[in-house]
């Protein structure tokens, strides 16, 4: 009531959010870009703001600080965490958590659409795949073939497979598919100097 008698504005914790922490930068864009097709994810935590995550295993800790120091300084967290699998072994690892502000909340949207906020590559994936980007999404997913090729684990819906490969063939890339059911694949068939050239 005393904002209103007085003309104060009334700020949402999603106000003070953007007036506390700056507008994305570019890289900061296409590294959450090319991550959320890899191996972090997002939780919405209002109707206007959402945060990051990403874990990864001892033996990439390097790489996940490296990820850290870009998102700053937005990182709010860095934990260490552990898991057991089905035969007991238990494996150890680092997990990065960004603050929950607006400035994350339209790569929720873009990657967890309504409704039901499942996880799906985005429709404009073509114009959002920068080099920068598929070099991100290689190192989360990515490994190399006997015949030296390329090859990206992948594991979602047909249509965000559809979106993967043509946004590869838009980077001039020949994406070929292997595996069936969610447990699937993509190779770089014989372009192994254009991608290292792209992802350099």
Same mark, same amino acid.
């Given at each position: 009531?005393?904002?209103?008698?007085?003309?104060?504005?009334?700020?949402?914790?999603?106000?003070?959010?953007?007036?506390? %922490?700056?507008?994305?930068?570019?890289?900061?864009?296409?590294?959450?870009?090319?991550?959320?097709?890899?191996? *972090?994810?997002?939780?919405?935590?209002?109707?206007?703001?959402?945060?990051?995550?990403?874990?990864?295993?001892?033996?990439?800790?390097?790489?996940?600080?490296?990820?850290?120091?870009?998102? @700053? #300084? +937005?990182? @709010?967290?860095? +934990?260490?965490? @552990?898991?057991?699998?089905?035969?007991?072994?238990?494996?150890?690892?680092?997990?990065?958590?960004?603050?929950?502000? #607006?400035? %994350?909340? #339209?790569? %929720?949207?873009? %990657?967890? #659409?309504?409704?039901?906020?499942?996880?799906?590559?985005?429709?404009?994936?073509?114009?959002?795949?920068?080099?920068?980007?598929?070099?991100?999404?290689?190192?989360?997913?990515? @490994?190399?073939?006997?015949?030296?090729?390329?090859?990206?684990? +992948?594991?979602?819906?047909?249509?965000?497979?559809?979106?993967?490969?043509?946004?590869?063939?838009?980077?001039?890339?020949?994406?070929?598919?292997? *595996?069936?059911?969610?447990?699937?694949?993509?190779?770089?068939?014989?372009?192994?100097?254009?991608?290292?050239?792209?992802?350099?």
């Amino acid at each position: 009531r005393l904002r209103k008698r007085y003309g104060i504005p009334t700020l949402t914790q999603g106000d003070r959010a953007l007036r506390k %922490f700056p507008a994305l930068t570019g890289i900061q864009k296409q590294l959450l870009v090319g991550s959320l097709l890899g191996d *972090g994810w997002m939780d919405a935590t209002s109707e206007q703001s959402a945060r990051f995550l990403e874990g990864h295993c001892i033996q990439q800790t390097e790489y996940l600080d490296w990820k850290a120091s870009l998102l @700053s #300084p +937005f990182v @709010s967290s860095h +934990f260490k965490h @552990s898991k057991t699998d089905k035969t007991g072994t238990v494996f150890h690892g680092n997990t990065i958590t960004t603050v929950s502000c #607006p400035q %994350f909340r #339209p790569f %929720f949207d873009l %990657f967890y #659409p309504a409704p039901g906020h499942k996880r799906v590559f985005p429709a404009n994936l073509s114009e959002l795949l920068t080099p920068f980007a598929l070099a991100v999404w290689y190192m989360d997913d990515g @490994s190399v073939t006997d015949a030296r090729n390329a090859r990206i684990a +992948f594991g979602l819906d047909d249509v965000s497979l559809h979106r993967a490969t043509k946004a590869l063939k838009r980077l001039g890339l020949r994406p070929r598919v292997y *595996g069936s059911g969610g447990d699937q694949a993509i190779h770089i068939m014989g372009q192994t100097r254009k991608f290292l050239d792209l992802v350099g």
